[in-house]
């Protein structure tokens, strides 16, 4: 399915940033699509109002925004981490603007440039996008989690597929000339619960408010100045104060409320920890829903992120939100670090029990405050289903399955019922830990997970397990390491199954393994059969994608 040579011979010329994708970064790498031939070609024509003469060895003079200039753009699709791509009006130079959205016409201020394209800042709509639908959250339109919800589901998905398929060719260096090509492309699968899928939430306390333009005001109270929220886009200091989550289940929602309504009662002496001067104790909150193995029923747990370990100022919020029936552990995480982390140095347990327990594909699973587990539990049941119907186990037990950046063990220990036996790696202790522990619980003994770093694997790595029948790889959003890649074709496993949570690094890691690297004398071995785009986070960026590869 690679591209033939003609076509690989007109994209390489039109758009050399493809020849330096390989050393590029993975942001880089995410944006490459957003630009095609036709564009490239555009761009390279002379500016009609640039009198400046080009002699014989200067580049042909093209448009080129200046910083702060403001400019009409017209929308025409999404790329990857939800920016709009558009273009300046009589002109195709390319814009990516955050907040623009298909058909949308606008005005956005340039606020930094790039060698072929530029960003901007939406600052109106002159006209609405395609498909455009009410958001039904209030901070929808400041919030930087949910950018997408005033565009219609169906055209998120759309966008999302969209997606998929250009960084597939511009990256992957598969042709859609394929007569193979579509039907290895499966179209995306939505999300049948579009709102409340998230069981885990992270919100910040902030001794700065970020409040939009139209709510400034003029003298505020320092104390009502304090918020408890999401980091506003591009601030590392600033939180968007809010009071409930359209992502998060409704009992977490009430959680948020019952801290809200008290945390800034001064009689309790609590205050936001401030990442400038050092100083305060409240860092995060953070929220988890899981299932009671028993009755089903939505079990939470709240875990308060302190800069240090007293427990007594604690104590009147520990009493308020313990009276709420779901609420079954409260979490005290201690990070004395600067830094913005979640993970404590110390964790201790202040109400009820120390973990909580979900149901995914039939196992239970424990998650503690700082496991590792797919964040919409109900979308992970199809995307299990997936790579299970990828996988093809024969299940007579006779396989050997590699799950590599295997986290807590959910994929491996799902596919170790069907398999002889099941080897995973994972560079977090605790989630290694998480996964043997997972695997006890749910009476699973052919399954080894060990702690190893797969970036920076040894000519040994492949000694201690035999030779996989499939390899399971499910790494994060940089992708597989070159020494993974070449492993991978030394091994020559019959099947791979590659699950992403970025579609650039993904096309990049299947043309390695498909195409081979040529500058590198490394030959591909591998033919993708399948790739499925999975919604896994609607109203969000975000695409999952599940690949089958089998060896040539």
Not at 516 to 522: D, P
Request: proline residues 5%.
């Amino acid at each position: 399915m690679r591209a033939h040579s003609l076509r690989h011979l007109t994209v390489a010329t039109t758009c050399p940033w493809l020849l330096k994708r390989r050393s590029s970064s993975c942001v880089a790498a995410s944006l490459s699509f957003t630009q095609h031939p036709e564009q490239e070609q555009e761009q390279s024509k002379p500016n009609k109002t640039n009198n400046n003469s080009n002699d014989g060895n200067s580049k042909p003079n093209s448009y080129f925004p200046k910083r702060g200039q403001e400019l009409e753009l017209v929308c025409e699709s999404l790329a990857f981490k939800g920016k709009g791509v558009c273009k300046v009006a009589d002109t195709g130079f390319v814009v990516l603007c955050d907040r623009a959205l298909p058909g949308e016409k606008l005005i956005g201020r340039i606020t930094r440039k790039k060698d072929n394209y530029a960003e901007a800042t939406k600052l109106k709509t002159i006209s609405p996008h395609l498909d455009s639908v009410d958001a039904p959250c209030e901070y929808a339109s400041y919030c930087g989690g949910c950018k997408t919800q005033n565009l219609s589901y169906e055209a998120q998905l759309r966008a999302k597929e969209q997606q998929v398929h250009e960084l597939i060719i511009h990256v992957g260096k598969f042709s859609d000339k394929d007569p193979e090509f579509f039907s290895i492309m499966k179209p995306i699968v939505p999300c049948d619960i579009q709102f409340h899928y998230r069981n885990k939430m992270e919100f910040s306390f902030g001794s700065k408010t970020w409040l939009p333009k139209e709510s400034f005001q003029e003298k505020e109270d320092r104390k009502e100045n304090y918020a408890l929220g999401l980091h506003a886009p591009g601030f590392f200091d600033k939180v968007l104060n809010v009071e409930k989550c359209l992502l998060q289940s409704e009992p977490a929602d009430r959680v948020l409320a019952a801290v809200q309504d008290n945390w800034r009662d001064p009689q309790l002496g609590l205050s936001p920890y401030d990442v400038h001067s050092h100083v305060g104790y409240l860092k995060h909150l953070m929220l988890r829903t899981g299932r009671d193995v028993k009755t089903g029923l939505p079990e939470l747990m709240v875990n308060f992120v302190t800069s240090s370990y007293k427990p007594e100022l604690l104590e009147p919020l520990v009493e308020k939100i313990s009276s709420i029936p779901e609420v079954v552990s409260i979490m005290n995480n201690v990070n004395t670090s600067v830094g913005n982390t979640s993970v404590g140095e110390e964790e201790h347990t202040l109400y009820g029990k120390s973990t909580i327990t979900e149901i995914l594909k039939g196992l239970t699973f424990e998650i503690s405050a700082n496991s590792f587990f797919q964040t919409n539990t109900h979308q992970a049941e199809v995307l299990y289903k997936l790579i299970e119907d990828c996988a093809g186990l024969r299940g007579d037990g006779s396989e050997i399955v590699l799950d590599l950046f295997c986290g807590t063990g959910t994929i491996g220990l799902t596919l170790a019922r069907r398999a002889k036996h099941v080897y995973g790696y994972e560079v977090v202790p605790q989630a290694v830990s998480d996964a043997r522990r997972n695997a006890k619980l749910n009476g699973i003994s052919n399954a080894t997970f060990v702690q190893g770093d797969l970036n920076k694997i040894s000519e040994n790595f492949g000694n201690d397990f035999p030779k996989p029948d499939i390899v399971i790889s499910d790494p994060n959003r940089p992708g597989m390491h070159m020494k993974l890649i070449k492993f991978l074709l030394k091994l020559k496993a019959p099947r791979i199954v590659y699950v992403s949570c970025n579609p650039a690094t993904c096309a990049r890691d299947l043309d390695y393994l498909c195409h081979g690297v040529i500058e590198k004398n490394i030959e591909g071995c591998y033919k993708l059969k399948s790739l499925q785009p999975v919604d896994m986070f609607p109203h969000t960026p975000h695409i999952e994608c599940v690949c089958l590869l089998e060896l040539s």
